[in-house]
């Protein structure tokens, strides 16, 4: 039981309990930041314009480092089906 709960999904990504829990708590704090940021942004528009987007790159380009098959591959945000088109 305790294998299952505490151990079993750390291992499975290569990583220690400790490994797992400091590394998850990292991205839950980088998280909980640009949640702030796009929440303030959200009632003063010129405050913050790319915290929130730039930690989601950030926190996306670390995750793809810790998976080396998916290292190998293009940003799903530069991808073009992921682009914005502005009609004018």
Excluded: N
């Amino acid at each position: 039981m305790i294998d299952r709960i505490f151990l079993s999904h750390p291992r499975s990504v290569g990583e220690t309990y400790g490994e797992h829990a400091a590394t998850a708590a990292r991205f839950g704090f980088t998280m909980m930041i640009g949640g702030a940021a796009c929440i303030l942004h959200a009632f003063i528009p010129a405050i913050f314009p790319r915290t929130a987007s730039d930690r989601v790159k950030q926190l996306y380009t670390q995750m793809k480092a810790r998976q080396p098959a998916f290292a190998q591959t293009r940003p799903a945000f530069q991808e073009p089906e992921w682009q914005i088109e502005y009609e004018i």
